[in-house]
């Protein structure tokens, strides 16, 4: 849980940069905790939402880790789980137009993060992750609904307005299964081999 919220924040704060094509939203306040402060206003606030069950890839599915080259090296067993969930990215702003203008920003950043682009990065971050495969619905952008409410959690009677955009997503990861920490997924090749043992790799004399 915490690492998806990490790349997807990550995400937005290296799009949104010092380098983003429309300077007014340059240096935007994003984070995964509720805008308390008049200073996040305006803001995007994500959230994720597993659905289903987390689950391990395959059935009995394991991977060796092995000391590269080195025959005689202790076999590791690895286990490689996946996930997946909603996240929601809410719009919160102090003006019904601002709302918008941040809406429209956020859709592009999402429908058009293949292109070769200054939005690009938003994508290249997520898909770059080295302690986590992600992979994005690209193709739906769902819409939660708009809102705006008066009073704010500083005690203000200024009326905050709220828009939600949702995508979805599913990830793997790897662990390390005695230091109870992600394994950097990035890193990891995985080889086919079958019976009989001499076409083993961890063997002298199989192929790698």
């Known amino acids: 849980m915490t690492h998806v919220h990490t790349i997807f924040v990550e995400a937005l704060r290296n799009t949104f940069s010092s380098l983003y094509p429309d300077e007014s939203w340059r240096s935007l306040k994003i984070s995964m905790e509720y805008p308390a402060s008049k200073d996040d206003y305006p803001g995007i606030w994500l959230a994720f939402d597993p659905i289903g069950q987390l689950r391990t890839v395959g059935i009995g599915h394991v991977e060796d880790d092995i000391q590269e080259g080195v025959a005689s090296s202790p076999i590791m067993r690895r286990r490689r ?3 997946a969930g909603r996240v929601s990215f809410t719009i919160v702003t102090l003006s019904g137009l601002e709302r918008y203008r941040l809406y429209d920003e956020l859709v592009k950043i999402i429908a058009f993060s293949q292109q070769k682009n ?8 997520i898909e770059q992750d080295p ?3 992600v992979t994005v619905n690209w193709d ?18 200024e009326i905050l307005y709220e828009a939600t955009l949702q995508i979805t997503c599913i990830g793997e990861f790897i662990s390390d299964e005695q230091k109870g920490i992600l394994l950097p997924i990035s890193g990891v090749d995985v080889f086919y081999w079958a019976d009989p043992p001499e076409h083993d790799p961890t063997t002298p004399g199989g192929w790698t």
Not at 118 to 125: G, K, P, S
Not at 140 to 157: L, Y
């Open 81 to 83: 789980w996946s996930f």
């Open 118 to 125: 200054d939005r690009a990065i938003f994508r290249n971050t």
């Open 131 to 133: 302690l986590m495969m």
């Open 140 to 157: 739906e952008i769902d819409q939660a609904g708009f809102g705006a409410s008066q009073g704010t959690p500083w005690g203000g009677d």
